[in-house]
């Protein structure tokens, strides 16, 4: 099996992708009183999968006047016809700032995948996003955004 087309670091969404809205704060911690400067933060969390060969979680997070506070997509894709099984786990995600600026990290992590209780043997390259990188989270994230939009 080959990975499915959105199974891409920022790559365009199925047209048939929703997100899942879910509170940032737990029912437990608003009850409580002890999340009230988050009570009105969302996250919105698009899950895709591909089966045997892995999957996607695109993730939004939103305060209560929609603005986007944080973001990031992730892809993993197993390689089952090599033994051991190959993993690549891609990822970009951090917080976009007030003045539209992007604080996040890049992830690269690739190895075998660990057999019953084995410590992973994972190789794991962190770096900054280029700006085109975070331009393209920012669009995935409008995206997002867009189709999660609450009726009005």
Do not use: Y
């Amino acid at each position: 099996m080959t990975p499915a087309s959105w199974q891409a670091l920022l790559a365009p969404l199925p047209p048939d992708a929703l997100p899942r809205r879910v509170p940032v704060a737990s029912a437990a911690l608003l009850a409580a009183g002890s999340a009230d400067a988050i009570a009105d933060w969302e996250n919105l969390l698009v899950e895709l999968s591909a089966g045997p060969v892995g999957l996607r979680i695109v993730l939004v997070v939103i305060d209560g006047e929609a603005r986007l506070l944080a973001a990031s997509d992730h892809v993993l894709i197993r390689f089952p016809g090599r033994e051991p099984v190959q993993v690549r786990h891609e990822s970009i995600g951090g917080r976009f700032e007030e003045d539209g600026t992007f604080k996040g990290t890049c992830w690269l992590i690739e190895g075998p995948e660990p057999v019953e209780d084995e410590e992973p043997a994972w190789t794991m390259s962190p770096r900054p996003p280029t700006a085109t990188e975070t331009d393209l989270l920012r669009a995935l994230a409008a995206e997002v955004l867009r189709r999660g939009a609450r009726d009005g």
